[in-house]
């Protein structure tokens, strides 16, 4: 699905992957790497290179397509790759890049996910610019989610730092609790009666989150038969008292469930340079389902 195309909002045509990638590199990350299954990596390398000589000739007069050609050969020359060898959950596809990481702080966004800005910043420089000014160990992306809704997401009770900005420092990290739960542990103070902070999809983390991810590796601490990111979270927010989160200003879109895509799409069309047609497209389709 990473490679499912969709039209991106400047009207061109594009893989769920590079509009993910332009997320990142429009916010301010160099380099990117993909974690992907063995064998994958030659796919994206093929996509992401330069036009050959014949196929520019074949485009002479089609300036954009070339154009769009340098932006790929571009995007591909700061992709990287690693490999997770068995899938063993999200938390080990995401200790295979701790090699590339180093000791640099990184910004960690979800393969299926397109995010959508509700302002003229991009979601994920959001983060990064709170990474940067409060001098954090991790800023998590989070979203006011109601409470049926949080068997889809983890959830962090969050203790107030700056409402107003939407800065919450994190008190309890549980991946996709049961209302119950939510209820009695998870409730954070000022929310709207049945909302909760829930994860957003991206998240901008200091190396650390790797040692606590080597720890559950080592002592085999699975859910559901998986190592989980979530579980390292909450094993790193008890380390330090430097674990915040911030209420994105924007829109998760998961394009890895059930009409995903078509939403995915639907919200990308209505914030782009097709606006008009679409809305049209969309009063001519409803009024045919009215007619029948």
Not at 194 to 201: D, I, M
Not at 221 to 226: G, M
Request: one cysteine or more; glycine letters at 8%.
């Amino acid at each position: 699905k990473e490679m499912f195309p969709l039209v991106d909002r400047d009207g061109l045509t594009k893989p769920v992957i590079q509009i993910i990638g332009e997320e990142a590199l429009e916010s301010g990350i160099e380099e990117l790497c993909l974690v992907t299954p063995p064998g994958e990596e030659s796919q994206y390398r093929e996509y992401f290179r330069r036009l050959d000589a014949d196929m520019v000739r074949s485009f002479r007069g089609h300036d954009w397509a070339i154009q769009q050609s340098e932006k790929l050969a571009a995007f591909g020359e700061r992709l990287h790759f690693v490999e997770q060898a068995t899938p063993e959950g999200f938390g080990h596809a995401v200790y295979q890049a701790r090699s590339f990481v180093g000791d640099e702080p990184f910004l960690l966004l979800l393969g299926d996910h397109v995010y959508i800005s509700d302002t003229g910043e991009r979601c994920a420089r959001q983060l990064i610019r709170a990474y940067e000014e409060y001098d954090v160990e991790v800023v998590t992306g989070v979203q006011l989610t109601l409470e049926r809704f949080l068997h889809l997401f983890g959830t962090i009770r969050g203790r107030p730092i700056d409402p107003t900005r939407g800065l919450y420092a994190a008190e309890l990290i549980v991946e996709k609790p049961s209302v119950e739960l939510a209820r009695e542990h998870l409730a954070t103070p000022g929310l709207p009666a049945g909302n909760y902070l829930a994860h957003f999809g991206m998240h901008v983390f200091s190396p650390r989150i790797f040692a606590a991810l080597e720890y559950l590796i080592r002592n085999d601490l699975r859910e559901n038969n998986e190592f989980q990111l979530t579980a390292a979270q909450e094993l790193l927010r008890q380390q330090t008292d430097r674990y915040w989160c911030l209420v994105t200003q924007g829109q998760r879109y998961d394009t890895g469930i059930p009409y995903g895509l078509m939403e995915t799409q639907l919200a990308l069309a209505l914030g782009g340079v097709h606006r008009a047609e679409i809305c049209e497209a969309i009063a001519r389709i409803l009024a045919m389902q009215v007619r029948r």
